[in-house]
């Protein structure tokens, strides 16, 4: 039996900057280890792929906060026009925020801090990790776009792991250019047969396994404060 099965679950508002975005944070008990979700174009917090991976990562003793990038207001608009989703510096400020609010939030802020991006949301977060390189100790993409963090990637001091679907050739090379822009600790996995959302049998799971793995070996056990 694993003994992280009671899982406390909250709806939380995030106080990035001066904005509040809609949040699920989910604390199993005596955890040390966050990873905060920054999700791709035009997804969300309720996005199941998101959702599947913070359960196992929740059944593995780490917590895991899925929040909105957007206020309700913006993704109405999103949905019209397509191009706030696209607006990396917009969502990397609301990842760079909610880290910020995390850090003073009381259940959270003696945690070690990971980070999960999803296509564009992974240039988000390596866009955070840049700026906050005493506070985020790790780094996950699934499918990402770390080509878009641009500048940022050399900064980055947190490990980093970049997961891509073997049968998404476009995607495998950007990561591999990223890659190669990069001075911290970093590795491309390639899961064989697997497509841009990892919807083919065992392939998420695939990607959990390396996603635990490199969390669980990098994030320290809570922050040093």
Request: proline content about 7%; hydrophobic content about 40%; overall charge negative.
């Amino acid at each position: 039996m694993c003994p992280y099965q009671a899982v406390e679950h909250s709806e939380t508002g995030i106080q990035a900057n001066s904005t509040t975005l809609p949040g699920d944070l989910a604390m199993p008990p005596q955890t040390r280890k966050l990873v905060v979700f920054a999700h791709g174009s035009g997804s969300s917090r309720k996005s199941p792929r998101n959702r599947f991976v913070a359960e196992r990562l929740n059944d593995l003793g780490l917590a895991t906060l899925l929040f909105d990038l957007l206020t309700p207001d913006e993704n109405a608009i999103d949905e019209q026009t397509r191009e706030l989703r696209f607006n990396i510096p917009l969502l990397a400020e609301r990842m760079t925020g909610a880290v910020d609010w995390l850090a003073q939030y009381y259940p959270t802020e003696e945690l070690a801090y990971g980070l999960f991006g999803a296509s564009t949301g992974a240039a988000a977060a390596l866009m955070t990790a840049a700026e906050r390189p005493t506070l985020i100790q790790a780094v996950v993409s699934r499918g990402g776009r770390p080509d878009m963090a641009s500048d940022a990637l050399p900064k980055v001091q947190a490990p980093t792991l970049l997961i891509v679907g073997g049968e998404d050739t476009p995607v495998i090379e950007t990561n591999r250019d990223a890659a190669d822009r990069m001075q911290c600790e970093h590795t491309v996995k390639i899961v064989p047969g697997a497509t841009h959302l990892f919807e083919e049998p065992g392939k998420l799971e695939h990607c959990v396994r390396l996603a635990a793995r490199w969390f669980r070996e990098h994030l320290a056990e809570g922050r040093r404060l």
